[in-house]
């Protein structure tokens, strides 16, 4: 997995590199701009990235948008000191796939690397709430009449995707291989012209998927 941190700390910066190198992470670069993350992203292709919000000439809302509209597109872990709902949200409506803060454990931060290499939508605890309560409002609004066509499988995991399964958990339910699961995951991606897990969390909650399974 390559990976980029993008943070003007270079203390902090430095440190993250060095926890992801010995975890067995490729850190193909580490810079503390955000025009200047958006420039070597575009050179280095990470396939994710490490991202602090507070930068000091583009934001990392805007720099999450950007790397969000290439191709491929990396996926975004935001790694912030804030956990203030405009810019929780703010950072998941431009791309990103998981905001942990930075009061996190090294472990913590580890594990939520992990994960969000795996295709999880990741938040610190409290913050994945606030997401899947401004999805809820969100899906409350009229949805297009006409709807892409799913098969039956990937509805089914579509639908364990809105419980919060990860790939592991859904490979075991449903007996299939997590790279099985993966390929029907990035299928219904594309059908659907999303971008990442959050977005399709969105999605199977606008057509009510979550709900026989008995979401609180």
């Not at 203390?11 to 490729?26: F, S, T």
């Not at 990741?122 to 949805?143: D, N």
């Not at 969390?201 to 399974?213: N, S, T």
Request: aromatic fraction near 4%; charge should be negative; hydrophobic fraction near 45%.
């Amino acid at each position: 997995m390559r990976v980029m941190v993008v943070d003007d700390h270079p203390m902090w910066r430095d440190g993250l590199a060095r926890d992801l190198a010995e975890a067995g992470y490729e850190v193909v670069a580490a810079v503390g701009e955000g025009r200047q993350a958006v420039r070597v992203a575009a050179a280095v292709r990470p396939e994710l990235v490490v991202l602090d919000l507070q930068l000091p000439d583009l934001s990392g809302v805007e720099v999450a948008r950007r790397l969000a509209a290439s191709d491929p597109p990396p996926r975004v872990l935001v790694l912030s000191a804030s956990g203030e709902q405009d810019d929780v949200l703010a950072a998941v409506k431009a791309g990103a796939s998981g905001y942990l803060l930075k009061s996190a454990s090294k472990e913590e931060f580890l594990e939520a690397v992990r994960r969000t290499a795996g295709g999880d939508a990741v938040f610190t605890p409290g913050l994945a709430g606030l997401v899947l309560g401004e999805y809820r409002r969100l899906a409350a609004q009229p949805a297009p009449d006409v709807a892409p066509r799913l098969t039956e499988r990937e509805t089914e995991v579509l639908r364990l995707v809105a419980k919060g399964l990860s790939y592991k958990q859904i490979a075991e339910r449903l007996v299939l291989s997590h790279r099985t699961v993966q390929n029907h995951v990035q299928n219904t991606l594309n059908k659907l012209q999303l971008h990442n897990r959050v977005e399709l969390v969105r999605y199977a909650i606008e057509q009510g998927l979550d709900e026989p399974l008995g979401e609180p």
